[in-house]
């Protein structure tokens, strides 16, 4: 009786597809093609938020990535999952070369900072674009934007074309869904552009006229298309030329009569309000002077609720570059004095604080005008209440580590707030004298001049704990410096600044002269130099009566103080600034002819290019000389642990299932030759039944054989193993009384296992993958791992 040839339907989660590579068809690759110039134009309206073609690089680079990873993992036949791996792991080591060259390795190669800023810039990048101003060039993942959207949409389009439209040709609307990543791609670089369009009648008329054609000539017409009619392909013809022409002739009346003006014209850029950078303004401390000599008697604000002793903060500065003091740049430390953050419902509170109750503080705004909105300690609550920033109050920014605040619009006449804020309590020196400095991050200071170390050294003496080496410097300071604020009416000259070289200047000279601005700079350069973080706050100090009543505040109360944080205290204030003016006659410094040996600083009468500079440039012609290193967000840690995380669910149980597996496998090959060979079979059911094979319970091998042969997919290129001569050589080594070789057992085994290869094969990736998670042991392997193995193993009588 003859054996049916016929091959069953595939069991369950597989899927019949031919041997080898799925090569795309000409069709394929035409749709391809005409997908990624549509892309391409898309990508070109970026030009205008870069300034230039320096973006086409990486929006090359993801366009070539994502259509070669579409195409080959197509060919390889990969399922969802593979292609997506292998599209991620493509996107990290082609972006390095394209996207920030200068991280990378020789320019080519993936590091730690490019695959970092590759990371970054896929999540902030879109954010960076619409919030620098243009052109954007920094920072260095910014190329990352255009790199990042011409992959996905390549990979999108291609895999589209590759796997949906081919088995599909007839559905017109497929066509017009594979256009979708290609017209998002297009409005993206139109939101996210400027005022200014980069060709956009050009670009406009060919993409409609690229998209047109290739919808009409992808779509058959009555089943005739591939029928190689040569009056309907001229028809064809005629008609594409005529749907270019007259899109040509329309789409260039429209863009000449109907496009909108160059300053009407709809972006997210004008939409978005950018995020506050005081670095964007020059250092409060460097206008210090302004307060002192310009707006000495001008009303600036009027306060009600202080009390005696109370301090307006202003800004709190802890950076310092060499040529001033300033905030932390948000780049350089996301929790930094210069990272401001919207105001919600609640305002944080601050990290380290001792807090004293404090009366609401109403302040209303006279004639100062500024970004920095003067308070009291640090704000429980706080309300704009008149003026028009009352409307303003989603331009409020609140730093919690430093208690200050910003209104990004700024300040003006007539505006007013209340706030409830807390103080910070001021205990005494001998209440401080056990107590340790809290261990504070804060940017290191660059560019200091020796003395400033060597004086701190000098005047902290043999003082053992921090408050009294810092308490004996203020008290030099105090006792033994002059203040003047350089103004006419002062006894003798003051220079402003309070760069390395002024500050040399008020150690070395021969008396110490200055204000709050020199003595303030120069009491935390001291207290850093000994290693206690310091910072510099600027506000205001006016004359307080008892009662409360309404204090004005004038440009002659300006001050500035240093604060040192405490271990379970808060940050506490010193005051280095000298309250004597009269400086006696005998010790007016004389002008000599002859330089000062100790002056570090290039004489001022050479005109140094920096002195042409505002503060705000100068840190900018800094940041420049000296990039700090990268600096990795504690997010991207947690990114990478997360992924790392879902790797590990998802290999860790296939490596456990592997190594199950594997001494499954190396029990059933130990023992007789009759062991084995029935081990051999037991192997093959086990593994096909992971693969989804049916495999039937209580049947001979010789019907089970059968059985599993029907189920294979059979196709033309690959034939089903013949597993009935298989179960006949392992049924012929059980059952025979001969002493068989161990050779033939290893046949049986390596038959066995070439049969377990050929249904891997056939079966779908996802048939596949599932598999190494299955575990599938034989009743004969269950009692062979529960029982002692004895020295003569029975012979088996079962089939």
Same mark, same amino acid.
């Given at each position: 009786m003859s054996t049916a040839t016929t091959a069953a339907p595939a069991p369950a989660g597989t899927t019949e597809r031919p041997r080898g590579l799925a090569l795309p068809t000409g069709r394929t690759w035409f749709d391809v093609s005409v997908l990624l110039v549509l892309a391409l134009l898309g990508v070109l309206g970026f030009a205008p938020s870069y300034g230039g073609y320096s973006f086409l690089l990486a929006g090359l680079g993801g366009l070539v990535l994502g259509a070669v990873t579409g195409v080959l993992t197509t060919m390889l036949r990969l399922g969802g999952l593979l292609t997506f791996v292998a599209a991620v792991v493509g996107y990290f080591l082609v972006g390095s070369a394209v996207a920030v060259p200068s991280l990378a390795l020789f320019g080519v190669l993936p590091s730690l900072p490019s695959l970092a800023a590759l990371a970054v810039g896929t999540v902030f990048g879109w954010t960076d674009l619409l919030t620098l101003s243009t052109p954007v060039g920094a920072p260095a993942y910014i190329a990352v934007v255009p790199y990042a959207s011409s992959w996905i949409v390549a990979l999108v389009s291609t895999l589209l074309a590759t796997r949906w439209l081919a088995r599909r040709p007839r559905a017109a609307w497929r066509f017009g869904v594979a256009l979708v990543p290609a017209v998002v791609l297009y409005l993206a670089g139109i939101l996210f552009g400027t005022q200014e369009a980069y060709q956009a %009648?050009? !670009?406009?008329? *060919?993409?409609? @006229?690229?998209?047109?054609?290739?919808? %009409?000539? !992808?779509?058959? *017409?009555?089943? @005739?298309?591939a029928s190689g009619d040569t009056s309907l392909r001229r028809r064809k013809v005629l008609g594409s030329a005529a749907v270019i022409a007259l899109a040509a002739v329309v789409g260039g009346a429209a863009g000449f009569w109907f496009s909108p003006a160059k300053d009407e014209?709809?972006?997210?850029?004008?939409?978005?309000?950018?995020?506050?950078?005081?670095?964007?303004?020059?250092?409060?401390?460097?206008?210090?002077?302004?307060?002192?000599?310009?707006?000495?008697?001008?009303?600036?604000f009027r306060v009600s609720g202080l009390e005696p002793g109370d301090r307006i903060r202003m800004a709190t500065l802890d950076s310092f570059t060499g040529?001033?003091?300033?905030?932390?740049?948000?780049?350089?430390?996301?929790?930094?004095?210069?990272?401001?953050?919207?105001v919600g419902r609640s305002i944080p509170r601050a990290p380290l604080l001792t807090p004293v109750a404090h009366d609401d503080v109403e302040v209303t705004i006279l004639g100062y005008q500024d970004v920095w909105i003067p308070g009291v300690g640090y704000p429980r609550d706080f309300q704009l209440t008149g003026g028009e920033a009352a409307s303003r109050s989603d331009d409020l920014r609140y730093n919690a580590a430093t208690g200050s605040m910003v209104l990004t619009s700024g300040l003006r006449a007539g505006d007013s707030y209340r706030l409830d804020p807390v103080t910070q309590e001021q205990p005494s020196v001998q209440e401080l004298a056990n107590v340790p400095v809290a261990a504070v991050e804060l940017p290191p200071v660059e560019k200091v001049p020796d003395v400033v170390a060597s004086k701190a050294q000098e005047w902290a003496g043999a003082s053992a704990s921090p408050v009294d080496q810092l308490e004996a410097i203020r008290l030099v300071l105090t006792r033994d410096g002059f203040l003047s604020h350089g103004r006419a009416s002062d006894t003798v000259p003051s220079r402003a600044g309070h760069g390395a070289?002024?500050?040399?200047?008020?150690?070395?000279?021969?008396?110490?002269?200055?204000?709050q601005e020199q003595y303030a700079s120069a009491f935390a350069l001291m207290a850093r130099s000994l290693g206690y973080p310091a910072r510099i706050v600027m506000g205001f100090a006016p004359e307080v009566a008892e009662g409360g009543a309404a204090v004005t505040v004038t440009g002659d109360d300006v001050t500035a103080w240093v604060e040192v944080p405490f271990e379970g205290v808060g940050w506490v204030a010193f005051d280095p600034t000298p309250d004597e003016t009269d400086i006696p006659q005998d010790q007016v410094p004389k002008p000599k002819s002859e330089p000062q040996p100790q002056v570090r600083q290039p004489p001022r009468a050479e005109k140094d290019a920096e002195d042409l500079l505002t503060p705000v440039e100068l840190e900018e012609q800094e940041s420049e000389e000296d990039d700090p290193l990268l600096v990795i967000p504690a997010w991207v840690w947690g990114v990478g642990i997360g992924i790392l995380s879902l790797a590990a669910l998802l290999f860790v149980p296939m490596l456990v299932v592997a190594l199950v597996k594997a001494r499954r496998m190396r029990k059933r090959r130990s023992g007789p030759v009759a062991d084995q060979a029935a081990g051999a079979w037991e192997e093959l059911t086990d593994r096909y039944s992971e693969l989804g094979y049916t495999?039937?319970?209580?049947l001979t091998r010789s019907m089970l054989a059968t059985r599993l042969e029907t189920q294979f997919p059979a196709t033309e290129e690959q034939a089903p193993p013949d597993l009935r001569v298989l179960a006949a050589e392992a049924d012929e080594l059980v059952f025979s009384d001969r002493e068989a070789e161990p050779a033939e057992a290893d046949a049986v085994w390596g038959r066995a296992l070439d049969a377990v290869a050929a249904a891997r094969a056939s079966a779908s990736t996802r048939v596949r993958l599932l598999s190494r998670y299955r575990i599938r042991a034989g009743r004969d392997l269950v009692a062979r791992l529960t029982t002692t193995p004895t020295t003569t193993a029975p012979r088996r009588t079962d089939s």
């Open positions: %009648g050009i !670009r406009g008329i *060919v993409f409609a @006229v690229l998209a047109l054609v290739w919808l %009409g000539w !992808r779509q058959p *017409v009555g089943g @005739v298309a014209r709809f972006v997210l850029r004008d939409e978005i309000e950018p995020p506050f950078d005081p670095l964007d303004y020059p250092s409060p401390l460097a206008g210090f002077r302004h307060f002192t000599k310009q707006v000495t008697d001008e009303e600036l040529k001033l003091w300033n905030v932390t740049g948000a780049a350089a430390s996301t929790a930094g004095s210069g990272s401001f953050e919207l070289d002024r500050i040399s200047e008020l150690l070395e000279g021969t008396q110490m002269i200055g204000d495999v039937p319970p209580r």
